[in-house]
Nanobody, 122 residues
Framework: QVQLVESGGGLVQAGGSLRLSCAASGRTVSSYVIGWFRQAPGKEREFAARITGRDRFTYYEDSVKGRFTISRDNAKNTVYLQMNSLKPEDTAVYYC???????????????WGQGIQVTVSS
């Protein structure tokens, strides 16, 4: 069993930055794909970024490409999402998720964090 805990969210002005962390416990997730998803009020959960296990290949949704960077520290069993040039439309609850072979679909992931709020004011 894997437990995931997000941290680092909060309120920031447009153009600002935040770094989200996703700390895993229960077992090592170094071989798992870790994805970041987000869900705005009244909208479906959507893919934002993901990173593969040991190869650390990264993938981004088009609207965050060039602004968000996903990385991982397998020694700390933690994945990060650096978010720069934030926009009001980035406001959402952000979730990290782990899967053996995750893609862009939330159904690809088995383990989920509880989510953390990110609010970007204009």
């Amino acid at each position: 069993q894997v437990q995931l805990v997000e941290s680092g969210g909060g309120l920031v002005q447009a153009g600002g930055s935040l770094r989200l962390s996703c700390a895993a416990s229960g077992r090592t997730v170094s071989s798992y794909v870790i994805g970041w998803f987000r869900q705005a009020p009244g909208k479906e959960r959507e893919f934002a970024a993901r990173i593969t296990g040991r190869d650390r290949f990264t993938y981004y949704e088009d609207s965050v490409k060039g602004r968000f960077t996903i990385s991982r520290d397998n020694a700390k069993n933690t994945v990060y999402l650096q978010m720069n040039s934030l926009k009001p439309e980035d406001t959402a609850v952000y979730y990290c998720a782990a899967g053996r072979s995750g893609g862009n679909n939330p159904n690809d992931y088995v383990y989920w964090g509880q989510g953390i709020q990110v609010t970007v004011s204009s």
